[in-house]
């Protein structure tokens, strides 16, 4: 009979054992919490168009990429939110954000029916530029119309 012998860790050997996991398990998070950004709107109804003021922060400990460009808009409808068919306009730039720094983007909304809308932006990580660590941030609600 053959004994198989066991590696024993001590207690550092365990301490870094659980570091590395920890570390792998955060870098496969596809929201990983490294860049995070909030995106508030002036919460003052507009009309059936018009601009539309846009402040968005990163909230993260680490640098993001990200455009002043809403990737989608989106209506409520009863309950749900559902795709809006919007065009907005607004200057078609990217922009590096660093940590606690705040972009002002100013949106050129197309008309929409009266109702409530929100906002959804696509970030990176700027740690990541293949995009593979891409992050989504949406907007309050404002509403449009009466």
Known sequence: MRLLARPRLNRTGMVLVLIGMSACTDALRPDRAAGMVRVLVDSEP??????????????????????????????????????????????????????????HAYIDLPPLPSGSYRLNYRFRDELSPSGDAAGRATSNVFVVGN
């Not at 539309?52 to 989106?74: E, I, K, M, Q, Y």
């Open 46 to 103: 507009v009309a059936t168009r018009g601009m539309l003021h846009v402040a968005l922060t990163n909230t993260g400990n680490t640098a993001v990429l990200l455009g002043h460009c809403p990737t989608s808009v989106d209506r409520r409808t009863g309950s749900s939110w559902i795709g809006a068919d919007a065009d907005v306009t607004c200057d078609a730039l990217l922009s590096r954000l660093g940590p606690g720094a705040t972009l």
